[in-house]
């Protein structure tokens, strides 16, 4: 992965680059940034630029046998660790799913943990990292580096690590072997150790900018327009875009969708709400969380209307005309409880609760919340 393969993020790239010429690079950096932002991507892209053999100002080679083996994820010095589920009774470690997470990483470096989860297994088993990972970990970086050059220890949705696994990592971590460094990839502080946090570099990296996002899009083919609407929908997610950009109409059922069940939760229609829980049971588990996603933030959006005007509201045309009447009914008194009430609904269906009742009982509590003075 090079600094010109990823979207965006200028600034951070710029910093990455001169921090580790001016040899001011921790020994352990956290890629601390949203989904879609290319966290995983920017610590790969940082990983080739040390290693490679010809790298210039800006970036990596691309060429060197160093590149290649970034490039088809088979670089001897770059060990991973990620989230996965024991196979049968035996001390599972990331070796055993080393295959899924190459092909995964093939698919792109923009991925998330649903779509990992997705590829690992049907039933949505509980992910973790075990303490025999973190074992797994101490005895790679005790080995000897094949090129002669950096180590790199990669460790995907750091979120996973508890304190059983971190407290076994926290030595290394703190003191590693010579020419180690530690690249951890998260998304949010709110589920990360404090004692792997007060331990790293923190590296923030902001969502992409629209306009970025649009300007990518329309080099793989897509027109101005299309491209236009995508990155108001994707908000600063590169996977979301992607995903949008093979769909027929990006996100504008979900417009649909919550407008008609807002203004049904309002009026308490329980036949209609019904009959909407049993259309939303129909859809994929992944569209019905990527809807969950899209009421999330026209809650979010809608709020902000009500409170400060349009000045910095993310609406196109459709969702700013229903929003002009709606946002009043968004406010200090319900607005909380509502995202909390989302969250839930987002966490039971993540778990293959039944979605039918999910979206029914949901909706009882959004008219109960609207109505609310």
Known sequence: MRFAEIIGQDEVKTR????FEEGRIAHALMFLGP???GNLALALAFAQYVSCEHRTETDSCGQCSNCRGFANHQYPDLYYTFPFFNVGDKATTCQDWMKDWREFLQRSHYGGLDEWRDSITKDNKQLHISVYEAANIIHQLSLKS???????QLIWMAEF??????????????EPPEKTIFL????????LLQTILSRVQVIHIPRIQD?????RLVQLGATEARSTEIAHFAHGDWNKATRLLATENPDENFAIQFQTWMRNCYKKDVIALVKWSDMMHAHSREDQ???????MDQIRQNLILNYTGDAIVRMNQGEKAFADKFAPYINDLNAEDLMDELNAAYRDISQNVYSKLVFTDLSMKVHYMLVRK
Do not use: C, W
């Not at 990455?16 to 921090?19: E, N, Q």
């Not at 094949?146 to 790199?152: I, Y």
């Not at 969380?289 to 009421?295: L, R, S």
């Open 211 to 215: 306009h970025e996002i649009r300007t």
């Open 146 to 152: 094949f090129s002669g050059r950096h180590k790199f």
């Open 289 to 295: 969380k990527h809807f969950i996603q899209y009421a």
């Open 184 to 191: 951890f990839v998260a998304s949010s502080t709110e589920n």
């Open 161 to 174: 690590l508890k304190p059983d696994t971190a407290n076994k990592l926290l030595k290394i971590v703190e």
């Open 16 to 19: 990455l680059r001169m921090a």
């Open 35 to 37: 989904e879609g932002s």
